[in-house]
């Protein structure tokens, strides 16, 4: 998507050749305009396969989540919360999640209620790193007796394992910008 690796190489800002700072349209301010085009490219890209149900995690994959709904005639969407409240109520699908960058593990859950079986679902992220966000996503969807149609992320780093490990669980991930590497602190995408 040009005109997400266009905002990219203007914006973003890379810190030891390793992580990419997108704060100025994704992860704290967000542009709607851009954000938008990102959930119609989604659904371009699963224009091929029914999606009855957006799943994705708090909080940088809603907004991109809500995009995508908006595309794809307002599918319901459900995020996976990282932290138990005192308003979680009832049963929910829980999995683990080891956190690369905060070297700490989590558990993410979904209420039973929004997560229901027999459907097909796309899982939406903003990163794809180690891909273990990811795995737990799926991990919940299959829970429930539903299938992954597809995972959709906004920007991956190939040079992460998180896109072999998905597909070697026999996922198909489409994301719109590809990082292969940095170079100077300057991303270089893939192709
Ligand atoms: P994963 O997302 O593939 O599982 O990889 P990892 O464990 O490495 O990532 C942990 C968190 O850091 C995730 O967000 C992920 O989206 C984010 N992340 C990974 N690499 C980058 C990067 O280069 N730039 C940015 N901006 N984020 C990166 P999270 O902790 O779930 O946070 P949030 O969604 O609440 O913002
Ligand atoms: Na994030
Ligand atoms: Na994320």
Same mark, same amino acid.
């Given at each position: 998507?040009?005109?997400?690796?266009?905002?990219?190489?203007?914006?973003?800002?890379?810190?030891?050749?390793?992580?990419?700072?997108?704060?100025?349209?994704?992860?704290?301010?967000?542009?709607?305009?851009?954000?938008?085009?990102?959930?119609?490219?989604?659904?371009?890209?699963?224009?091929?396969?029914?999606?009855?149900?957006?799943?994705?995690?708090?909080?940088?994959?809603?907004?991109?989540?809500?995009?995508?709904?908006?595309?794809?005639?307002?599918?319901?969407?459900?995020?996976?919360?990282?932290?138990?409240? *005192? *308003?979680?109520? /009832?049963?929910?699908?829980?999995?683990?999640?080891?956190?690369?960058?905060?070297?700490?593990?989590?558990?993410?859950?979904?209420?039973?209620?929004? *997560?229901?079986?027999?459907?097909?679902?796309?899982?939406?992220?903003?990163?794809?790193?180690?891909?273990?966000?990811?795995? /737990?996503?799926?991990?919940?969807?299959?829970?429930?007796?539903?299938?992954?149609?597809?995972? /959709?992320?906004?920007?991956?780093?190939?040079?992460?394992?998180?896109?072999?490990?998905?597909?070697?669980?026999?996922?198909?991930?489409?994301?719109?910008?590809?990082?292969?590497?940095?170079?100077?602190?300057?991303?270089?995408?893939?192709?």
């Amino acid at each position: 998507m040009d005109e997400l690796k266009t905002r990219i190489q203007q914006d973003g800002i890379v810190i030891d050749n390793r992580i990419l700072k997108v704060d100025n349209f994704l992860n704290q301010q967000i542009d709607t305009a851009l954000i938008t085009h990102v959930g119609q490219a989604f659904a371009g890209r699963f224009r091929d396969c029914p999606i009855d149900r957006i799943v994705t995690i708090e909080s940088s994959g809603i907004a991109v989540a809500y995009a995508a709904s908006i595309a794809m005639a307002n599918i319901p969407i459900v995020f996976a919360r990282k932290k138990k409240s *005192l *308003l979680t109520q /009832g049963e929910q699908y829980t999995a683990s999640i080891y956190s690369y960058t905060k070297e700490e593990t989590y558990t993410a859950s979904i209420s039973k209620t929004y *997560l229901p079986a027999h459907e097909n679902i796309l899982i939406i992220d903003d990163f794809l790193a180690s891909g273990a966000a990811a795995m /737990g996503m799926a991990q919940l969807v299959e829970q429930a007796g539903s299938t992954v149609a597809g995972i /959709g992320i906004v920007i991956e780093k190939t040079f992460q394992p998180g896109r072999q490990k998905l597909e070697g669980a026999g996922y198909r991930v489409e994301s719109l910008a590809r990082i292969s590497h940095f170079e100077n602190n300057t991303p270089i995408f893939a192709e």
